[in-house]
């Protein structure tokens, strides 16, 4: 598979996630994007044995957008204290079934991971092992026939499906998603959630990366792009 390289220098590795395509390996056996690239740098730079690339944060297999990698630990450490201290800004575009009832607004919640079914369910804040979670969102468009809204998401927090619990549970379940919203979505329709800007500051230079990325030109996202 050909991976869209957005940007790349001797610390990063920018690129854009395939969708359907998982971050590391898991259970499947299938292809993950680490190996790709660290297949990529192999080859590209003519580096023997093993190529280091460390995973700075990650999307669900369906999602696609922009991801960063770091080609160095130096570069893994420092962007993961910015990971940390949210001071990596990552926002998605995500097509959401229905009217939202606020234009702009925040959603804060507390998930729990059942890590044996990879589910996340939406608790009280006094539960063992939940988690705080928090996004923002505001309504760019609508599509009226369909029933749909284009959101503009910003994460305060990095939990594991975070948007696509966090607005299912405020009712409006993202176009496509099987695990949160099956009883408003057909089989087969691909997860309406894309990683479309990154931006956090360089890990060996004083100055900040940007990025930008797209959703593809296919349905639902060519109902308002």
């Known amino acids: 598979m050909s991976i869209n390289v957005l940007y790349e220098d001797n610390h990063l590795l920018i690129v854009e996630k395939p969708v359907n395509i998982p971050v590391q390996g898991d259970a499947s ?4 994007l680490l190996n790709m690239l660290k297949s990529y740098i192999k080859v590209k730079e003519n580096k023997p044995g093993n190529v280091y690339l460390g995973l700075v944060h990650r999307l669900d297999r369906p999602v696609g957008g922009v991801i960063v990698f770091a080609k160095t630990s130096k570069a893994a450490s420092r962007l993961s204290d910015q990971l940390r201290k949210n001071q990596i800004i990552r926002k998605y575009k995500v097509i959401v079934r229905g009217r939202m009832p606020v234009h702009e607004d925040k959603l804060t919640d507390h998930l729990l991971k059942d890590r044996r079914k990879n589910q996340v369910d939406v608790v009280g804040r006094n539960v063992n092992g939940a988690k705080k979670a928090i996004l923002h969102y505001k309504v760019t468009a609508r599509e ?3 029933d749909l809204t284009l959101l503009g ?6 939990r594991s499906h975070q948007v696509r619990v966090q ?3 405020a009712g409006n379940p993202l176009f496509g998603d099987q695990k949160y919203g099956r009883q408003h979505n057909k089989a ?3 997860i309406a959630l894309w990683a479309y800007f990154l931006s956090f500051k360089h890990p060996t230079k004083d100055e ?3 990025m930008e990325c797209p959703p593809p030109d296919q349905h639902p996202w060519n109902l308002f792009f």
């Open 29 to 32: 056996g299938d292809e993950d």
């Open 144 to 146: 009226e026939v369909k």
């Open 153 to 158: 998401v910003r994460l305060e927090t990095g």
């Open 167 to 169: 607005l299912a549970n």
């Open 188 to 190: 087969g329709q691909q």
């Open 208 to 210: 900040m990366v940007e």
